[in-house]
Nanobody, 125 residues
Framework: QLQLVESGGGLVQPGGSLTLSCAASGFTLDSYAMSWFRQAPGKEREGVSCISRNGVWVNYVESVKGRFTISRDNAKNTVFLKMNGLKPEDAAVYYC??????????????????WGKGTLVTVSS
């Protein structure tokens, strides 16, 4: 069974940092581009960051550029999202998702095949 499990969420003060992890089981991530999404209460889900199969291509939504860093360790079947300088508006449930892609392809936020159940990030003083 294909499964993604997020971890690392929690309560952090504004300006603080968290690192989210997304561990895959039942399949190997090296054939998949990976994305992080978030959804805050009352808002639509938005793509936050994505990374290509080999990690060469990355993308960030404008609001997190310079603060968030996506990375992956295919040997450990895990993707990470390091979040620095957290703001109250970053508070949301964060989801990771996997989308099968051809070798060398860019990453994107569409065509995700498998989703995790999310991890809650709360930013508050």
């Amino acid at each position: 069974q294909l499964q993604l499990v997020e971890s690392g969420g929690g309560l952090v003060q504004p300006g603080g940092s968290l690192t989210l992890s997304c561990a895959a089981s039942g399949f190997t991530l090296d054939s998949y581009a990976m994305s992080w999404f978030r959804q805050a209460p009352g808002k639509e889900r938005e793509g936050v960051s994505c990374i290509s199969r080999n990690g060469v291509w990355v993308n960030y939504v404008e609001s997190v550029k310079g603060r968030f860093t996506i990375s992956r360790d295919n040997a450990k079947n895990t993707v990470f999202l390091k979040m620095n300088g957290l703001k109250p508006e970053d508070a949301a449930v964060y989801y990771c998702a996997a989308g099968r892609r051809p070798k060398g392809a860019w990453c994107s936020y569409s065509g995700m095949d498998t989703w995790g159940k999310g991890t809650l990030v709360t930013v508050s003083s």
